[in-house]
């Protein structure tokens, strides 16, 4: 009798195990807690973690997995070159939040403008980083009449055609000129195109009065003492979901901010469904086991989309559809 294929499955990943039920041998785990001890028990031909499990030598040493997938869109927890050293296959989720941290970002624009009875209508935003959220969070933003500016110098230098309504602009210019100012970038500490600290405390002084500013990529792309300071000169809104030291937050930060969050804007069943279906296809081409994915069939009616124009002309719907399927509002409060 052929030995069943052995998967470790973060429990945070919805219906990726039920997907491979009587297919596979399924052990569900707490990413904090996983210990090279556990894989070594039992043995693991796949590891699917989420950004609470650190994927290193210590945790694989020894054990003959075969792949190694995060159902997140960060890699940051991931040594990709120990894996590629062992020649471990290596799956991530992509983009596969793309659609929810679009949404938090919208979210908390309609709550600035409807609190400071603002007409976005050619108010300037200006978008860092034109990835998978990036695109998203422009076309959405156009929809809503907003005059879009973006920044991406990687695809800028490689030759990167940006579509016609919207405006590239340096980084400098785009803070100078926005009214909203949303960053979309991967970590990045050191080289050419450096993230940490993007926003520090030589520019972000060039940010207006009664501006937006939205935080939603990776803890450490703002320096936080620099908007900390910002906040003692001018008037401006700031929104926060991602801390330089997370699980650890400043406490400052989170008091002075209009809307707080702890790392959430990209936790949506829709991000999390979207996250395991690109496991279950990992799965499939490397170990060959087939995921039975009519379990990942929901209804995602509340979900927005830039295919439905007419949703974004009534702002208050709008904000109250967002608000109805995510509930960032208690989210908000619950931090707090």
């Given at each position: 009798?052929?030995?069943?294929?052995?998967?470790?499955?973060?429990?945070?990943?919805?219906?990726?195990?039920?997907?491979?039920?009587?297919?596979?041998?399924?052990?569900?785990?707490?990413?904090?807690?996983?210990?090279?001890?556990?894989?070594?028990?039992?043995?693991?031909?796949?590891?699917?973690?989420?950004?609470?499990?650190?994927?290193?030598?210590?945790?694989?040493?020894?054990?003959?997995?075969?792949?190694?997938?995060t159902?997140?869109?960060?890699?940051?927890?991931?040594?990709?070159?120990?894996?590629?050293?062992?020649?471990?296959?290596?799956?991530?989720?992509?983009?596969?939040?793309?659609?929810?941290?679009?949404?938090?970002?919208?979210?908390?624009?309609?709550?600035?403008?409807?609190?400071n009875?603002?007409?976005?209508?050619?108010?300037?935003?200006?978008?860092?980083?034109?990835?998978?959220?990036?695109?998203?969070?422009?076309?959405?933003?156009?929809?809503?009449?907003l005059?879009?500016?973006?920044n991406?110098?990687?695809?800028?230098?490689?030759?990167?055609?940006?579509?016609?309504?919207?405006?590239?602009?340096?980084?400098?210019?785009?803070?100078?000129?926005?009214?909203?100012?949303?960053n979309?970038?991967?970590?990045?500490?050191?080289g050419?195109?450096?993230?940490?600290?993007?926003?520090?405390?030589?520019?972000?002084?060039?940010?207006?009065?009664?501006?937006?500013?939205?935080?939603?990529?990776?803890?450490?792309?703002?320096?936080?003492?620099?908007?900390?300071?910002?906040?003692?000169?001018?008037?401006?809104?700031?929104?926060?979901?991602?801390?330089?030291?997370?699980?650890?937050?400043?406490?400052?930060?989170?008091?002075?901010?209009?809307?707080?969050?702890?790392?959430?804007?990209?936790?949506?069943?829709?991000?999390?469904?979207?996250?395991?279906?690109?496991?279950?296809d990992?799965?499939?081409?490397?170990?060959?086991?087939?995921?039975?994915?009519?379990?990942?069939?929901?209804?995602?009616?509340?979900?927005?989309?830039?295919?439905?124009?007419?949703?974004?002309?009534?702002?208050e719907?709008?904000?109250?559809?967002?608000?109805?399927?995510?509930?960032?509002?208690?989210?908000?409060?619950?931090?707090?």
């Amino acid at each position: 009798m052929a030995k069943k294929t052995k998967i470790y499955i973060d429990e945070n990943i919805p219906f990726l195990a039920e997907s491979l039920e009587g297919k596979a041998e399924v052990i569900s785990f707490n990413g904090r807690k996983l210990k090279n001890s556990h894989l070594k028990k039992t043995g693991c031909d796949a590891l699917i973690v989420r950004s609470t499990a650190d994927v290193n030598e210590a945790l694989l040493d020894g054990i003959d997995v075969k792949l190694v997938g995060t159902a997140t869109s960060g890699i940051e927890h991931i040594d990709l070159e120990y894996l590629k050293n062992r020649k471990i296959k290596f799956a991530s989720s992509e983009g596969a939040n793309a659609n929810s941290v679009a949404e938090y970002v919208i979210y908390n624009i309609l709550r600035w403008a409807e609190f400071n009875e603002i007409d976005l209508h050619d108010k300037f935003i200006g978008i860092i980083g034109y990835g998978n959220i990036g695109k998203i969070v422009a076309e959405y933003a156009y929809s809503l009449g907003l005059r879009v500016l973006l920044n991406d110098p990687p695809l800028m230098d490689a030759g990167f055609t940006f579509p016609e309504k919207f405006q590239y602009s340096e980084l400098e210019d785009l803070l100078r000129d926005s009214d909203i100012i949303t960053n979309h970038v991967p970590l990045i500490k050191t080289g050419k195109y450096k993230t940490l600290h993007l926003l520090n405390k030589s520019n972000i002084k060039l940010i207006n009065e009664d501006s937006l500013i939205l935080q939603t990529s990776r803890g450490g792309v703002i320096d936080e003492t620099a908007i900390i300071d910002l906040y003692k000169n001018i008037d401006v809104s700031f929104a926060v979901d991602v801390w330089s030291e997370e699980p650890v937050f400043n406490s400052e930060l989170a008091k002075l901010s209009v809307f707080t969050t702890p790392h959430i804007a990209g936790y949506s069943l829709n991000g999390k469904i979207n996250g395991a279906k690109m496991m279950a296809d990992a799965i499939a081409k490397v170990l060959k086991v087939k995921p039975d994915y009519s379990v990942f069939n929901i209804d995602e009616s509340k979900k927005i989309s830039n295919n439905d124009d007419k949703i974004f002309k009534d702002y208050e719907e709008l904000l109250k559809l967002i608000e109805t399927s995510r509930d960032f509002s208690n989210d908000n409060e619950n931090f707090r």
